[in-house]
């Protein structure tokens, strides 16, 4: 029997409009556009401004840019695999919520959460639905409001994040192209250094909680940044090696977007030319489970069918990880 691997065959996304500059954050703290550009990288961020709207707003526009821009029908999608660490709410998954928005009726839906890893997460289990011939289009969709999580009087995280969500879709092929491998791992040791303190089942919420201001990202920058650079290099190169492949037959890698230096410093260690790297940091910062596929939405008119390509990650959890595929189309 033919082997059967999960292709990507399009992409979506949804930005915001409002863009959240540099300068403006200046003006709600002690910060620069220099330092923010020379430290991190970014020069702006699109917020979802709108009253009472989720991470399924954005989820929801992502979807629909991809099920139409791939003439896909909501009835014909099987399944729906949400990545995020911003849900509209603790229950029911994001996933459902953004299913039923779009129209999507034939699928079971749910949500992933693995910090910034997310996608990979996803799109790694969604593969393997594909692979086994019971799910035969399957979305993959990584959408995030990390604003709602973020405290604007703190100069060491408010820089860094984003909104923002894209998806792709994933189909069957038996030929040469789809994904060809993966890595993905954990150590929860790393909950100690990135996390949201309250509003979870340890903490729940309470007048206490909201004061000490523990509803918002908690990042020991140094610390997270140490492990994001060693551990997203390490896979990735390990992800190359174990391919055969050396830098030069690598036609893209995509790196999680956390910081220009960390994409730098893993791209350097697996000898890529910086023409090899989808960088867009600059225009949307962390949008934590949206960063990867922002990447191929916006470089998807300069994808080919057989290109190369490696996606690398680092999040909470500690988690991080590694695919790597083929992509399956040329620009339509
Ligand atoms: O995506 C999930 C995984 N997350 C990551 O990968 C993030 C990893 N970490 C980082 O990207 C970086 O550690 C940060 C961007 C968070 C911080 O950059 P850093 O170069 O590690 O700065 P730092 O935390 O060591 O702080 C250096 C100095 C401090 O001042 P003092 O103590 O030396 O006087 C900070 O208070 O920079 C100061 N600082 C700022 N200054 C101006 C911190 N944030 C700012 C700011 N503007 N926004």
């Not at 939405?297 to 083929?326: C, H, P, S, V």
Request: charged letters at 25%.
């Amino acid at each position: 029997m033919e082997k059967i691997r999960a292709a990507i065959t399009g992409v979506g996304a949804s930005l915001q409009d409002y863009i959240l500059t540099n300068e403006e954050l200046g003006k709600m703290v002690d910060t620069t556009d220099e330092w923010i550009m020379t430290r991190i990288g970014i020069k702006e961020r699109r917020i979802i401004k709108e009253k009472d709207e989720g991470a399924s707003f954005v989820g929801a526009k992502a979807v629909s840019n991809l099920l139409e821009k791939t003439g896909t029908s909501p009835d014909e999608v099987d399944l729906l695999i949400c990545a995020t660490v911003t849900p509209d709410m603790q229950f029911p998954a994001t996933g459902n919520i953004i299913s039923d928005k779009v129209g999507i009726k034939n699928a079971f839906s749910f949500d992933v959460n693995a910090g910034c890893s997310g996608f990979l997460y996803a799109l790694t289990t969604a593969s393997k639905y594909v692979e086994s011939g019971t799910n035969k289009k399957v979305v993959v969709v990584g959408a995030e409001k990390m604003s709602s999580i973020i405290d604007y009087t703190d100069r060491a995280t408010c820089c860094i994040f984003g909104d923002g969500a894209a998806a792709v879709l994933l189909e069957p092929t038996t030929e040469e192209c789809g994904i060809i491998d993966t890595k993905l791992q954990s150590d929860g040791v790393g909950r100690h250094h990135l996390h949201q303190k309250a509003g979870g089942s340890a903490r729940p919420a309470s007048h206490e909680t909201v004061d000490a201001r523990e509803h918002f990202v908690y990042q020991e920058g140094q610390h997270v940044f140490k492990w994001a650079v060693s551990n997203m290099a390490d896979v990735s190169v390990e992800m190359m090696e174990r391919n055969g492949m050396k830098s030069e037959d690598l036609t893209w890698f995509v790196p999680h977007q956390a910081n220009m230096r960390i994409i730098e410093a893993t791209a350097k260690r697996m000898g890529l030319d910086k023409k090899q790297v989808m960088i867009n940091i600059e225009k949307y910062g962390n949008t934590t489970a949206a960063t990867l596929p922002l990447c191929l939405y916006d470089w998807e008119n300069q994808l080919r069918k057989g290109d190369n390509i490696i996606l690398a990650t680092f999040g909470a959890g500690f988690t991080w990880g590694a695919m790597y595929l083929k992509w399956a189309y040329d620009p339509r």
